[in-house]
């Protein structure tokens, strides 16, 4: 199994930035972010399988995924932030083909 254990969401104003940090069990080549916003399906923002990343259209160019393997650590840097980033980020990890998910952390852009 894996855990994950998530930090750094709160309050920004737009145009602001925060850095989402998440703290896996165990090494994973797969990680990445959700979120939900109210209302809306969970939707994918950005991967990294090994160094590979992949980012949603709408974050492309403002949110930077990386990862530290010492730490089983996944980041992602948000920068630019719009008022419809705003929803519940969820950290991701797939291990031996399954999901994993963290318990989220709030994520509120405000004008």
């Known amino acids: 199994q894996v855990q994950l254990v998530e930090s750094g969401g709160g309050l920004v104003q737009a145009g602001g930035s925060l850095r989402l940090s998440c703290a896996a069990s165990?090494?994973?080549?797969?990680m990445g972010w959700y979120r939900q916003a109210p209302g809306k399906q969970r939707e994918l923002v950005a991967t990294i399988n090994g160094d590979t990343r992949d980012y949603a259209d709408s974050v492309k160019g403002r949110f930077t995924i990386s990862r530290d393997n010492v730490k089983n650590t996944v980041y992602l840097e948000m920068n630019s932030l719009k008022l419809e980033d705003t929803a519940v980020y969820y950290c991701y990890a797939k291990w031996f083909r399954v999901d994993y998910w963290g318990q989220g952390t709030q994520v509120t852009v405000s004008s």
């Open positions: 165990r090494s994973t080549f797969s």
